[in-house]
């Protein structure tokens, strides 16, 4: 195999397929790996390199799979793991390489050691797996510290002992069904590595890792800092974090590297890390360390020409310096969808789960625009990038799901006051038509607002104006010139605070408008593609254009 086959990952495009809501196989209103076959040919058309999934493994899907109760198999929901074997074998026969999903920092509250840890007790071998603790307090009746989840209320929950008495306590970073893993117990770090193994065995070539930043907590779990009024702050992330972004974290993905670095072709890596700055993120990609990671700076940019552009700055000079590739992403399941993002007052990606502020109503006409050229500016700047399933189809963020419907555990946990996530989550339109818009053969285990099927695959497909076919033609242009994917960008100057303009070699420009007025295009031999028709030549607000200059 060629370098630049195995070095795949550095400039691939990657489509993340939120399992439950891409196509249902079976019937059952909750997509599944069958369905997810079915629509390989429709990846392979749209053009991306690789599939990342999300979880299929056994779970009580408390939190769309992120608590597994067993990582060597699939949800029944999903299919079986001779399916998955089938799936992997599949995707490759279509030039897709396949990515999962790994979550280290917690376990379902199902997960047999879980169970182990609560009928063995106190001080046992099975309760040093996970992070129990006594209460303080004259009898335990309080938590260990103060540290919160985050999706609501306290991050620690009390148990009740083989005895009936009220016993210790158990750290949960996310819902109470996830507890956290102690990555301090060699147990604990041997059972990944051969989770790992289990999978790479199976042809996948990668994993995404689940809350990347977590799994290190302060041995003494101290207290975080409390405010004036005595809420519990979040301080910036740092080394003295009690449990976000610790650097110990760095040791456990050494190891991993080693067992990804001996397959043939070698596996890789893309963390899942909310870090402070574009500089902590470079720490995880470092030599010896993981391959890629998600940027997330570039997902909380709001729609500003001096914000992208820092940005975008910031990442290339601390990536290019540790020598991985950049990635950039839009959306993915945890975050509202960027066509309603942009059409908002407030266009910076708020998490679903941070106190609540005041957005603005969307306008998705204009959150529309916005998005077309966002796409063709993610993809014309060096590195990789992820497509959230639904984004080429334009889908927004489904604001009016009845309470009722809701799944997302943020919805409890904060005591409704927070919707969550499942807006972003709703199930895919295939078809104009027919139960569930071609989702499935009966319905979806999300309701589908009115309208679905007019933005489905085929209301879109043979339009050359949709944004399913602005998509296709950026991915194909992308495999086409050799300008884009990896490499490095020169800013041109000289076209106002409110444009981005870049020029890439061989021979290719892209110039992006986020300000209020048309902008003249720079000197070129040839449109290759543009988000929106040009004005008299003039390059129209919020639209972007790919020039061969
Ligand atoms: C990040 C995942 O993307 C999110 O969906 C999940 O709820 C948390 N990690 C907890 O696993």
Redesign the pocket.
Known sequence: MTDVQQDWWRSAVIYQVYIRSFADGSGTGVGDIRGLRSRLAYLRDLGVDALWINPWYSSPML??G?DVADYRSIAGEFGTLADAEAFVRAAHGHGLRVIIDI?P??TSDRHPWFRAALQAGPASRERARYVFRPGQGENGELPPNNWKSMFGGPAWTRVTERDGSRGEWYLHL?DSS?PDLEWGNEEVRQEFLDILRFWFDRGVDGMRI??AHGMIKHPELPDLPVGEAGEVLAPAESDDHPHWDRSDVHEIYREWRKVADSYDPPRVFVA?AWVDSPERLAHYVRPGGLHTAFNFDYLRAPWSAQELRKIIDQTLDVFHEVGAPATWVLS???VERHVTRYGRQVTSAVIASSPPVELGEPDEALGTHRARAAALLMLALPGGAYIYQGEELGLPEVLDIPEAALRDPIWERSGHTKRG?DGCRVPLPWTTHGPSYGFGVNGSWLPQPAGWGARSVQAQQYDSGSMLNLYKEALRLRRDMRALGLGSLEWLPGHGEEVLAFRREPDFACVVNLGAAPVKLLEHNRVRLSSAPLDDGLLPPDAAVWLAV
């Open positions: 939190d769309g992120y979550v920092n917690h996310f996830q689940d809350v899942e993915n399941h945890d996530r």
